[in-house]
């Protein structure tokens, strides 16, 4: 009702007020194609080029400088392996931790991203409540709650001189958050809460008025320095700033306080630059940790977005293209469930000297009902008593409901072999694995950008933690020379290292359902190429790894439990006769 008042003012409210759930049908059917699972996360490094046949191209002949550069290299790989391994298991570790689970936050940014076109995740640090030890985590928001540089036209924000989230919080955390003694920003509330609306109700009756508890906020993360060019400012302490903090800054601020909350007067008036350098860093979301993500060219959000729109830094929404035709279908629906309501009840015509019997007759319960006719009337029973009839509700709008719907689904690629049906019998397998293809063309392209938003989130918590958790409360996971494995090797590391030597890989297909018809059917049609070698390779030389391997595929692939029991232990040949 609410978009008939926006957009058709002029038209009433229908009588029935129905709605297609087509928004949900997307979600429900293309969501679980995209992300079935969290996905094993690993930490791969960058492979150098082979540093030994460098040193031989540029005429290194000694002995013993090709010795001692190719054990260099094979150290580096050591290290890099050892280093790799403990940022793969800490990435497991913080996703069993995740409040929730990660699985909650990626649906749901998956969901906004295919009903809005865009869905938001904020790689953040929070606090252990058992440990009281750092985390990390991404976590979903609205894409409300996201504004974007307004002058920005390129879809991959590269034009983008700020971005900012907005939050309403209570007042009293809004302090606590940002060091302030409490009662500092009473009465600079700009929202009433649940728990306040009832308490404001029974205080207005006793005379008595109420601030409002809640503060609506906004953090800036700005590469176009601190604002000094906006008029209206102090222009002094505005190019002092800007001098100081340079072109990246943060900032947090609000409408009923003259200050940036992440910058009190008394830290200006009395702090020396660094502290007020160190104020305005970037940083996670909500006032967190130091993550100056700018140095990588990133922000401190992740977007997933499917359809790019050129000259927009908005992308198109899924349900966008459809939404024409969703909107006809409910406005036809709507008018035909109103006409058949409308034509519900029989009109009957009756000549007045029998009115006072017919209507006896109709609400009466005998069965049948007798209605006497005088027999000295010339009237015939169609004189006497007859149906109004009325215009027929016309076929081809529910014709039309169907074409409209048809519509919508080849606009938002909702294709009837995703419900499992289809309106023509396939001669041939061919034919339905053509179909089945090209309607998975869609969700594919967009399990691939769910793959890339779940790879860079991913790759953010890992630099947080490499920050932020300390090898102290990892060595229950690490062990002792874990631990210190870990504050030397990724710890002491700086973050432009961070950047460009540390990223995630995330196989594609471990996010999507397990399509197990499909792995029996590969495994089979492998099974007479495969096994043979296979057995020949253990017999020959006892190791019976790949035969085990073979196995646990086919098990999983029949969802069998304790896949172990069948493995075969070293193959031994069998001794002469």
């Known amino acids: 009702d609410s978009f008939r008042k926006e957009f058709y003012p002029g038209v009433g409210q229908p009588q029935f007020m129905v709605s297609l759930n087509k928004a949900f049908e997307l979600v429900a059917v293309i969501g679980p194609s995209l992300y079935w699972q969290n996905p094993s996360r690993e930490v791969h490094s960058p492979d150098i080029p082979d540093q030994l046949q460098m040193a031989q191209m540029f005429g290194v002949t000694e002995e013993d400088m090709l010795q001692q550069i190719q054990q260099q290299q094979q150290q580096e790989k050591q290290t890099k392996e050892i280093r790799n391994s403990l940022a793969t298991l800490v990435l497991e570790y913080i996703s069993r931790e995740h409040p929730g689970g990660p699985k909650v936050d990626n649906e749901l940014a998956i969901q906004d991203g295919l009903v809005t076109g865009r869905g938001c995740c904020w790689t953040e640090t929070y606090t252990d409540r058992a440990s009281n030890a750092p985390m990390t985590g991404s976590f979903y928001d609205p894409v409300d709650n996201l504004l974007i540089d307004p002058d920005a036209k390129d879809p991959a924000w590269r034009d983008v001189k700020w971005i900012a989230r907005r939050h309403v919080e209570p007042v009293w955390e809004v302090e606590r958050r940002f060091g302030y003694p409490p009662g500092y920003l009473k009465g600079k509330g700009t929202h009433i809460s649940a728990e306040y609306v009832a308490k404001l109700q029974v205080e207005a009756g006793k005379g008595n008025s109420m601030y409002q508890d809640q503060i609506e906020w906004y953090e800036i993360w700005s590469i176009g320095g601190i604002g000094a060019r906006v008029t209206g400012i102090n222009d002094q302490l505005g190019q002092a700033l800007d001098q100081l903090t340079g072109d990246y800054c943060y900032l947090a601020v609000t409408r009923n306080v003259m200050h940036p909350l992440n910058l009190p007067p008394v830290l200006v008036s009395q702090g020396g630059p660094e502290h007020i350098l160190e104020a305005l860093k970037w940083r996670t979301a909500r006032f967190g940790s130091v993550f100056e993500l700018w140095k990588d060219r990133k922000w401190p959000v992740e977007c997933v977005d499917f359809y790019p729109v050129v000259g927009s830094c908005w992308p198109m929404a899924v349900l966008g293209p459809g939404i024409g035709s969703l909107l006809a279908m409910n406005i036809l629906l709507v008018s035909h469930l109103t006409m058949s309501w409308d034509r519900r009840r029989d009109i009957i015509a009756v000549n007045g000297a029998y009115a006072e019997e017919v209507e006896a ?199 069998m439990k304790d896949p172990e029991d069948l493995f075969m232990g070293p193959w031994h040949p069998a001794p002469d006769p």
């Open 361 to 559: 007759a109709i609400k009466g319960e005998n069965n049948p009902a007798v209605i006497k006719i005088n027999s000295a009337s010339q009237m015939s029973i169609t004189d006497i008593v007859g149906f109004v009839q009325r215009p027929e509700v016309q076929g081809n709008l529910l014709e039309w409901i169907q074409y409209l719907d048809n519509q919508f689904q080849m606009a938002t690629g909702l294709d009837d072999i995703h419900y499992g049906i289809s309106q023509k019998q396939a001669r041939v397998t061919s034919d339905v694995q053509a179909k089945t293809a090209a309607a998975n063309v869609r969700p594919d392209k967009m399990a691939t950008d769910v793959h890339k938003f779940v790879v860079n989130c991913g790759t953010k918590e890992l630099w947080l933690a490499a920050q932020y958790m300390k090898g102290e409360q990892l060595r229950s996971l690490l062990g002792d020379w874990g631990a210190m494995a870990w504050d030397s090797m990724l710890g002491a590391m700086p973050f432009e290292d961070l950047c460009r030597e540390m990223s995630i890989w995330i196989e594609a297909i471990d996010m999507r359902r397990p399509n197990r018809e499909k792995d029996m059917a590969d495994l089979e049609r492998l099974m007479p190429y495969y096994m043979p070698a296979v057995t020949k390779y253990s017999e020959m030389t006892g190791d019976e790894k790949p035969f085990n391997a073979l196995v646990h595929k086919f098990t999983t692939a029949m969802q």
